[in-house]
């Protein structure tokens, strides 16, 4: 089974501190994606991988960056966590063309 | 760029009967890819089923089916014999050659026993 783990099911942050969320999956796929969910706009993509450092900006990648120093691992880094950051991150991975896989999802809370 | 539309932000449906949640999308690209998948209040997204747009045959997993229109760029999901379990968000995605990929915002489908 493909597993994909992140590393925290629930966080809780205060403005302005640097967060990091670590994503890893145990399947050799070549593409990894970060994702937030926020009611009523489904799911926005951050910044996806298709290989070991490097990276792409999806569609709502202001605020964030990534890291991928190993091809198992993905990280999300919120440099000064802000308030409007607070969501449900979610992290897959894929190899192309197929399906993504999910972990189970990070619920930020900003404060 | 690709647009991916789900229109019914909840349905309900009653158990043991079937339910369509429709999908429409927007490409220009001939090659492209269709998957579904359900979100269960747990949070984690489990892939349905796939279809691809040259597949000349309606894609099937199970009591999963996907009403492929390509004409009409739609591809909806049809869930046979509604069970309690299938109450969960869905989600349509789009993908095409150049890896650019969509997902809709979803329909929350409520089954009544």
């Known amino acids: 089974d493909v597993k994909v783990t992140q590393s925290s099911r629930y966080l809780v942050k205060r403005t302005g501190e640097k967060v990091f969320l670590e994503c890893v999956q145990d399947m050799d796929h070549e593409n990894m994606f970060w994702y937030r969910q926020d009611p009523g706009l489904g799911l926005r993509l951050i910044y996806f991988?298709?290989?070991?450092?490097?990276?792409e900006k999806g569609d709502i990648p202001e605020g964030y960056s990534v890291s991928r120093e190993k091809k198992e691992r993905f990280s999300l880094i919120l440099e000064s966590a802000s308030t409007n950051q607070t969501s449900m991150y979610l992290c897959?991975?894929?190899?192309?063309?197929?399906?993504?896989?999910f972990g189970p999802g990070t619920r930020l809370t900003v404060l | 760029a690709q647009k991916i539309t789900q229109t019914q932000p909840g349905m309900f449906v009653q158990e043991k009967e079937a339910v369509t949640l429709d999908c429409t999308y927007d490409t220009s690209d001939p090659s492209y890819g269709l998957f579904w998948y359900k979100q269960p209040s747990s949070g984690e997204m489990i892939f349905l089923i796939y279809q691809g747009s040259y597949d000349q045959q309606n894609a099937t997993e199970g009591r999963y089916s996907l009403n492929f229109q390509k004409a009409r760029k739609s591809a909806n999901l049809v869930i046979s014999a509604s069970q309690l379990g299938d109450s969960a968000m869905y989600f349509c995605e789009t993908r095409d050659t150049g890896n650019q990929f969509y997902f809709g915002t979803g329909t929350s489908l409520t089954v009544i026993p």
């Open positions: 991988s298709y290989d070991v450092k490097m990276k």
């Open positions: 897959a991975s894929s190899t192309n063309p197929n399906e993504q896989f």
